[in-house]
Nanobody, 124 residues
Framework: QVQLVESGGGLVQAGGSLRLSCAASGRTFNNYRMGWFRQAPGKEREFVATISRSGGSRYYADSVKGRFTISRDNAKNTVWLQMNSLKPEDTAVYYC?????????????????WGQGTQVTVSS
């Protein structure tokens, strides 16, 4: 089992920044590729970003590329999502997730553990 707890969400004006954190406990953190997803009201959960076990490779959704950065520190069992130049359409509940697969997990069904989510609201 891996327990994930997100923090750092909040209300921010368009153009602003937020940094989300996800603290992991339980099994060895660096055994898992980590990802961030988001879900807006009435919409399906969508992929945002993922990072490899070592942190050496990162992939982003086109909608956030160039604005968001995913990072991790295996010594601290933590993954972050730095979000810059936020837009109202970034408003959603953001979820941290852990995956055991070997490839690049772009879809929610490839993740094994999830956090409870943190709300991000971007006002125009």
């Amino acid at each position: 089992q891996v327990q994930l707890v997100e923090s750092g969400g909040g209300l921010v004006q368009a153009g602003g920044s937020l940094r989300l954190s996800c603290a992991a406990s339980g099994r060895t953190f660096n055994n898992y590729r980590m990802g961030w997803f988001r879900q807006a009201p009435g919409k399906e959960r969508e992929f945002v970003a993922t990072i490899s076990r070592s942190g050496g490779s990162r992939y982003y959704a086109d909608s956030v590329k160039g604005r968001f950065t995913i990072s991790r520190d295996n010594a601290k069992n933590t993954v972050w999502l730095q979000m810059n130049s936020l837009k109202p359409e970034d408003t959603a509940v953001y979820y941290c997730a852990a995956s055991q697969i070997i490839g690049v997990p772009y879809t929610a069904n490839l993740y094994d553990y999830w956090g409870q989510g943190t709300q991000v609201t971007v006002s125009s």
